[in-house]
T-cell receptor, first 114, second 113 residues
Framework: AQSVTQPDIHITVSEGASLELRCNYS??????LFWYVQSPGQGLQLLLK??????LVQGIKGFEAEFKRSQSSFNLRKPSVHWSDAAEYFC????????????FGQGTRLTINP | NAGVTQTPKFRVLKTGQSMTLLCAQD?????MYWYRQDPGMGLRLIHY???????AKGEVPDGYNVSRLKKQNFLLGLESAAPSQTSVYFC????????????FGQGTRLTVV
């Protein structure tokens, strides 16, 4: 069965600094990968997704993620964070077989220092 | 276009009481899901449905039942609530396909005392 690990529970960065959130997945083939963001008290919103092609994908709000098959990773990056990026971020994986299910990581809470 | 709507948004139950959470989507999506979110645990899949009249168990199905009598609605039932079911519950829906985006409701905060 597929699984997702987000090693960092909580990350704090200063406004304007760069950001990288880690995501590792476990699956025997190339999965479908997603990053979602959850603002306090809200539901989840899709930032970006990868399913084939270019391994560097662009998303909304200036985020990007890179799929690295050799490392089973799909890390989320942003060159310069804004205070409004403070939220919880979830990586999710869907398997090509039985792709109806999305499995989520534990989440990474991002705090922005002014 | 409302997207995914969950009812109610908040609820407090006493141990042993029952309740039903309603999820409604207006996007004609085939797939619907119920997740629970607990601190440090991420989102864990309770049950899901790949079409009207079908349901399947997720990671943590015990203590919950679901029904999908209409394509647009997915109900989550708690027959006898327990304090361990205190959580935030999210419903999501997706269109048919392997790489489609899941759309989430705003969540239901349930407290069982």
């Amino acid at each position: 069965a597929q699984s997702v690990t987000q090693p960092d529970i909580h990350i704090t960065v200063s406004e304007g600094a760069s950001l990288e959130l880690r995501c590792n997945y476990s699956y025997g083939a190339t999965p479908y990968l997603f990053w979602y963001v959850q603002s306090p008290g809200q539901g989840l919103q899709l930032l970006l997704k990868y399913f084939s092609g270019d391994t560097l994908v662009q998303g909304i709000k200036g985020f990007e993620a890179e799929f690295k098959r050799s490392q089973s990773s799909f890390n989320l990056r942003k060159p310069s964070v804004h205070w409004s990026d403070a939220a919880e971020y979830f990586c999710a994986v869907g398997a090509p077989q039985g792709a109806q299910k999305l499995v989520f990581g534990q989440g990474t809470r991002l705090t922005i220092n002014p | 276009n409302a997207g995914v709507t969950q009812t109610p948004k908040f609820r407090v139950l006493k141990t042993g009481q029952s309740m039903t959470l309603l999820c409604a989507q207006d996007m004609n999506h085939e797939y619907m899901y119920w997740y629970r979110q607990d601190p440090g645990m991420g989102l864990r899949l309770i049950h899901y449905s790949v079409g009207e009249g079908t349901t399947a168990k997720g990671e943590v199905p015990d203590g919950y039942n679901v029904s999908r009598l209409k394509k647009q609605n997915f109900l989550l039932g708690l027959e006898s609530a327990a304090p361990s079911q205190t959580s935030v519950y999210f419903c999501a829906s997706r269109d048919r396909g392997q790489n489609t985006e899941a759309f989430f409701g705003q969540g239901t905060r349930l407290t069982v005392v």
